[in-house]
């Protein structure tokens, strides 16, 4: 709870996330990759909204790490977690990417329409040699750790994106500048119905 903590929480910046290879499923019966990559952060973002409101504290920034992978994903509502696809490490990396940014969107006009001055944007960000990129895709990177971590800062820190600058929300970001992006992100259904997925 915030109100425990010695210091306000005001940006939230979700960044842990898996590849898996091979299909796995939660103890609550949540494939695996959408579960880690998507619900969990999807849950905390939901109660630490919930405790800065009751706190009266403000949870000014949130921010979620997607991919440019996302343009190649595919949610579907009816099968979410592979049950009846068969399942692919990459098809079940690339919906949870696009999880993230149908939560930055959807998020962003919700916060709006309630009134809440907290931001949400999502980013890609690059593309570096850590153990999911070697292990899950095989490759190594061409970005450093700073130019990785160049946006998630710059989302972070600029005026911008707090409350009382310009406020900027709901958007999707790729080297410090807005990014297109895959038009399941456009998709007005889809936003509504995983959002409300989600919260089951």
């Known amino acids: 709870a915030l109100a425990e903590l ?4 005001t940006t939230l910046l979700h960044n842990a996330g898996v590849f898996e290879t091979e299909k796995a499923k939660t103890v609550d019966g949540f494939e ?12 905390l973002t939901h109660l630490l909204l919930a405790d800065s409101h009751a706190a009266g504290r403000g949870l000014e920034r949130i921010i979620n790490v997607s991919s ?6 595919e949610l579907r509502l009816d099968d979410l977690h592979f049950d009846k696809r068969p399942y692919d490490g990459y098809r079940a990396y690339a919906a949870s990417k696009l999880a ?3 939560f930055t969107i959807e998020l962003a006009r919700r916060l709006r329409a309630a009134g809440r001055k907290t931001t949400t944007n999502a980013l890609h960000p690059g593309v570096v040699s850590t153990k999911l990129l ?3 895709f095989g490759m190594q990177g061409s970005d450093t750790l700073a130019e990785a971590a160049a946006t998630s800062v710059y989302l972070a820190l ?5 409350p009382t600058g310009k406020a900027t929300t709901g958007r999707y970001y790729s080297q410090r500048r807005p990014a297109p992006t895959g038009p399941a992100a456009r998709d007005e259904a889809l936003l509504r119905g995983f959002y409300e ?4």
């Open 32 to 43: 695996r990759t959408l579960a880690i990559n998507h619900l969990a952060p999807f849950l």
């Open 134 to 136: 070697t292990e899950g």
């Open 6 to 9: 010695s210091i306000p929480v």
């Open 100 to 102: 993230n940014v149908l």
């Open 68 to 73: 440019i992978a996302h343009t190649r994903g």
């Open 158 to 162: 600029d005026p911008e994106f707090s």
């Open 197 to 200: 997925a989600s919260c089951v």
